[in-house]
């Protein structure tokens, strides 16, 4: 049987140029919605973003544009995709927080299924966080990895998660996340294995979003 390999190589060669092409082009649209912040054809660029993730990181080394910049597309623009489906939300509610948020001195055990349990001892945010989940209704599990966010899912069964991680983890497992539930993410402020931040306040304003916290 015949087989037109020249045909074949450039129709390969046009399906990479159209690739490249529609990722710049959603690249430079989620740029710029980033920077105004505003929401121009979200699905479009979180689709492009998500299935051509390394290409847009390439683009970006290339480019000299700092490669993070495509995890802060992706979670802003997951983020507005979710939103309503989000505040719709009546049922059981988690905030997902790394146990790099922890102080150094924490005491707090860890659960084989739940992870950290916090006792609100005043070292670090995390128990402001677990105090305005009480107000609104979310339930909060410290992680110290990925597969305890896999377990909390299968066991507690949330209809909602406000997430916080670094940029990438936040946008690998808001990509895993949201294919059960709706998700909001929150990246830290300070990144690293331990003593990190995240603003607390914003993470508080995704649970008041919540039409849970009228529950």
Request: hydrophobic share 40%; charged share 20%; net charge positive.
């Amino acid at each position: 049987m015949y087989i037109p390999y020249a045909l074949l190589g450039r129709v390969f060669v046009y399906l990479v140029v159209a690739v490249i092409i529609l990722t710049l082009i959603s690249l430079l649209i989620g740029i710029y919605s980033y920077k105004k912040n505003k929401s121009l054809f979200p699905n479009f660029i979180f689709f492009m973003l998500y299935f051509f993730y390394s290409p847009a990181k390439l683009i970006c080394r290339t480019c000299s544009i700092k490669e993070s910049i495509v995890d802060d597309i992706i979670i802003e623009v997951g983020n507005a995709v979710m939103l309503e489906r989000f505040k719709q939300v009546n049922g059981k509610c988690a905030v997902i927080l790394p146990q790099c948020l922890r102080h150094p001195n924490c005491k707090a055990r860890c659960d084989p299924i739940t992870g950290y349990e916090c006792e609100k001892c005043g070292l670090c945010d995390i128990g402001t966080i677990c105090e305005a989940a009480e107000k609104y209704n979310f339930k909060v599990f410290v992680v110290p990895g990925d597969s305890f966010v896999r377990k909390i899912i299968k066991s507690y069964r949330p209809h909602a998660c406000i997430g916080v991680a670094c940029h990438m983890e936040l946008t690998e497992s808001m990509q895993e996340v949201s294919k059960y539930m709706p998700v909001q993410g929150v990246w830290l402020l300070k990144d690293g294995c331990y003593n990190t931040e995240v603003d607390v306040d914003e993470v508080i304003r995704k649970m008041e979003m919540c039409n849970n916290n009228a529950l």
